[in-house]
Structure formats: C-alpha cells, structure tokens
C-alpha cells in the first residue's frame, strides 16, 4: 500500500498507508490529520484540503484541471507553486512515499 507523509505547519510528521485510489485527503481523514478540514468531501468546492506538495512528488502529479486552479486562488493560506488540492491527488505505486505539508489555515 502507497505511504504518504504529512508534515503539520509545526514540522510534526505523521506517516500513514492507504490502498491504491485513496486520496491524501481521505488518507488525512482516516488517520485524523486535523490540518485537513475538507469541508466539501471531495468535490472540489472548498479548497480547505489544500496542501504544498514537495519534490520530486510535485512533478509526478497529473496537471491540475482548470476547477483545481480556480479553487486554488481561495486558499486562506498563501498559494504557491507547489500548491495543490489533495481530495485531487489519488494514492498508487507511482507516488509511494508522497509527502505534503499542511498550510498554517485551511479556514
Ligand atoms: S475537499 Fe473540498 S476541495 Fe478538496
């Protein structure tokens, strides 16, 4: 199963497992990462799932659709080039071992 690491805006880390197809948003949910708030379940409608994703794992993502892009100019915290939504990103082989950090607010 795919690992994906989460690193809070205070540097603490937490590593979880989920089986392929999981988002990293439903990852957080599942292991009660609470810098994840995802009001909208997934549906792209809140950008409160939003997360800085770090190298190499940020230029393994799929291009973001035009809605992520859209919703990412929403953010609370700051946008960046590493920004992206992660009720977005799907776990599978190719990004085992992802890790993203959480913005200091999501609300
Ligand atoms: S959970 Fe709402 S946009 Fe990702």
């Known amino acids: 199963m795919p690992k994906v690491t989460f690193v809070t805006h205070d540097g ?18 599942n292991a009660g990462i609470g810098g994840i708030v995802a009001e909208c379940g997934g549906s792209m409608m ?8 770090a190298e190499p794992w ?9 809605t992520e892009s859209e919703m ?3 953010t609370v915290s700051e946008r960046k080039p590493s920004s992206r939504l992660s009720c977005q990103i799907v776990l ?3 990004l085992d071992g992802i890790t993203v ?5 999501q609300i």
């Open 12 to 29: 603490v880390t937490k590593t979880v497992e989920e089986p392929d197809g999981v988002s990293v948003m439903q990852a957080a949910q």
């Open 92 to 94: 599978g082989a190719a």
């Open 101 to 105: 950090e959480l913005p200091e607010k």
């Open 46 to 53: 809140c950008a409160t799932c939003h997360v800085y994703v």
């Open 58 to 66: 940020l230029s393994k993502l799929p291009d973001m659709t035009a």
């Open 72 to 74: 990412l100019t929403m």
